[in-house]
T-cell receptor, first 118, second 112 residues
Framework: IAGITQAPTSQILAAGRRMTLRCTQDMRHNAMYWYRQDLGLGLRLIHYSNTAGTTGKGEVPDGYSVSRANTDDFPLTLASAVPSQTSVYFC?????????????????FGDGTRLSIL | GENVEQHPSTLSVQEGDSAVIKCTYSDSASNYFPWYKQELGKGPQLIIDIRSNVGEKKDQRIAVTLNKTAKHFSLHITETQPEDSAVYFCAARTPNAGKSTFGDGTTLTVKP
């Protein structure tokens, strides 16, 4: 079934450790996104990528980095994890309308990675 | 940047009743307004969306209305069922923007 795969599904991590959350999509979507979801705060954008080779900062980028070497993969790295990064992380992708290149399209989400930093 | 406010944060209705969730946005350039449903342990899934050239859109029991002048849009669910219980998010997106801004979510509970 086509969609977005996130790994791991959950992780407990010691503060100060480095962690990479993986995200892969098989829909050949141009754009990909990373969000964190905290209780009462909804979805907050961390980083995004409109196309392979480009990335941009969202609302809460500090402490996170991303790369987009190809269309399908968009890993999120925490260089040195801190307890405030305990959250549920969602990866998403969206396509580009080929007839209307700048038309907005809906986002498709993975099922999340539950990350606890101790 | 864009700011989206969503109300109410929680909503409880009796099965068969209607549910309405409202969102306001700040950027008049926003032109795409999707609604997502998130079930426990899952990622959000698109249930309906509307573009700024349309005032209303309906899909079976779900409808969305948009008032561009007032900068608000609403989700209407009729004949609610227990399986409609979930967290619902609205979002707003501006042209050529690389990102959407989400509301903080509404937890809908449909009581049998």
């Amino acid at each position: 079934i086509a969609g977005i795969t996130q790994a791991p599904t959950s992780q407990i991590l010691a503060a100060g450790r480095r962690m990479t959350l993986r995200c892969t999509q098989d829909m050949r979507h141009n754009a990909m996104y990373w969000y964190r979801q905290d209780l009462g705060l909804g979805l907050r954008l961390i980083h995004y990528s409109n196309t392979a080779g480009t990335t941009g900062k969202g609302e809460v980028p500090d402490g996170y980095s991303v790369s987009r070497a190809n269309t399908d993969d968009f890993p999120l790295t925490l260089a040195s994890a801190v307890p405030s990064q305990t959250s549920v992380y969602f990866c998403a992708s969206s396509d580009r309308d080929r007839e209307r290149p700048y038309s907005n399209q809906p986002q498709h989400f993975g099922d999340g990675t539950r990350l606890s930093i101790l | 940047g864009e700011n989206v406010e969503q109300h109410p944060s929680t909503l409880s209705v009796q099965e068969g009743d209607s549910a309405v969730i409202k969102c306001t946005y700040s950027d008049s350039a926003s032109n795409y307004f999707p609604w997502y449903k998130q079930e426990l342990g899952k990622g959000p899934q698109l249930i309906i969306d509307i573009r700024s050239n349309v005032g209303e859109k309906k899909d079976q029991r779900i409808a969305v209305t948009l008032n561009k002048t007032a900068k608000h849009f609403s989700l209407h669910i009729t004949e609610t069922q227990p399986e409609d219980s979930a967290v619902y998010f609205c979002a707003a997106r501006t042209p050529n923007a690389g990102k959407s801004t989400f509301g903080d979510g509404t937890t809908l509970t449909v009581k049998p």
